[in-house]
């Protein structure tokens, strides 16, 4: 069954603990992205990643960290200094577009729901 | 930075009647627009895009509609049936590598029985 997968979907933690979120995908895209999903706000994008080892700041990466040690996974850590975690986060995959290629659709995962207190 | 306004926030039509959602966006370089939507509980998924070399594209009974110089562009969705009720995203990006994904703030649509 392919996909892009996201664990747990619920998540709850103490203020001042850093967080892992997990995000894998067997979709062969080389593209991955992180949002955060606000009541309101529509979905704002927090890392991207466009091939393993390499990954940029979205609009909204203070307090967060991610890595991509490999094609299919790219974890995210919402860490103390996030002043205001508790949201709902999506992660979504995508082929590396080009001028050529029709497929330019994010697919994404299920969510997780964060909420910290 | 690109910025993407959508209005309305809230939609209720009658089942059958139409809907249109606009959006504006700040960035000319922009080159595509996608339409998400997310039902209750679930994942957003595309339901229909355009890139910035097309006018207007059609798809059933959807449609998105583009204007470049004054950089809107709006979903139109005729009969509207009641599975149309969700949370309705666009979007703008950069056609580059990955895409930079930049989304308006939702619009709930209610349809009506």
């Known amino acids: 069954d392919g996909g892009i997968t996201q664990s747990p979907k619920y998540l709850f933690r103490k203020e001042g603990q850093n967080v892992t979120l997990s995000c894998e995908q067997n979709l062969n895209h080389d593209a991955m992205y992180w949002y955060r999903q606000d009541p309101g706000q529509g979905l704002r994008l927090i890392y991207y990643?466009?091939?393993?080892?390499?990954?940029q700041k979205g609009d909204i990466a203070e307090g967060y960290s991610v890595s991509r040690e490999k094609k299919e996974s790219f974890p995210l850590t919402v860490t103390s200094a996030q002043k205001n975690p508790t949201a709902f986060y999506l992660c979504?995959?995508?082929?590396?577009?080009?001028?050529?290629?029709?497929?330019?659709?994010?697919?994404f995962g299920p969510g997780t729901r964060l909420t910290v207190t | 930075g690109e910025n993407v306004e959508q209005h309305p926030s809230t939609l209720s039509v009658q089942e059958g009647d139409s809907a249109v959602i606009k959006c504006t966006y700040s960035d000319s370089a922009s080159n595509y627009f996608p339409w998400y939507k997310q039902e209750l509980g679930k994942r957003p998924q595309l339901i229909i895009d355009?890139?910035?070399?097309?006018g207007e594209k059609k798809d059933q009974r959807i449609a998105v509609t583009l204007n470049k110089t004054a950089k809107h562009f709006s979903l139109h969705i005729t009969e509207t049936q009641p599975e149309d009720s969700a949370v309705y995203f666009c979007a703008a990006s950069k056609l580059q590598g990955a895409q930079k994904l930049v989304f308006g703030q939702g619009t709930r649509l209610t349809i009506n029985p």
């Open positions: 979504a995959s995508s082929i590396r577009t080009s001028g050529a290629r029709r497929d330019y659709e994010q697919y």
């Open positions: 990643s466009q091939i393993v080892n390499d990954f």
């Open positions: 355009i890139r910035s070399n097309v």
